[in-house]
């Protein structure tokens, strides 16, 4: 069984008991979130799709941790303009539990 939900503007396809890492989600290490917006399930080789799908996905949420350092480099030439800043990305890793 699995199901594509969408989480932070993002689908992603889920099954029970997958960890994964998505976009920043707020709560703590071991709080629990649902994603009601689920776009398909897989139920034994039944496919729902749209409005037909009554199910909502449930996760614990286990930690954060920041993606790759992505770096934006500005320069004008001949002009001695250079700005260099860069970011990394918070995501969370959540672990599914129950496509219900």
Request: charged fraction near 30%.
């Amino acid at each position: 069984m699995f199901a594509v939900v969408k989480i932070a503007g993002q689908q992603f396809k889920v099954s029970e008991g997958q960890e994964l890492y998505v976009p920043h989600i707020e709560g703590k290490s071991g709080d629990s979130v649902s994603f009601p917006e689920v776009l398909l399930v897989d139920t034994d080789g039944k496919l729902s799709v749209g409005a037909d799908v009554k199910v909502k996905v449930n996760a614990e949420i286990i930690g954060e941790v920041q993606g790759d350092k992505v770096i934006a480099f500005k320069m004008k030439r001949r002009k001695g303009f250079r700005k260099k800043t860069g970011h990394r990305t918070l995501y969370t890793q959540i672990k599914i539990g129950k496509i219900a």
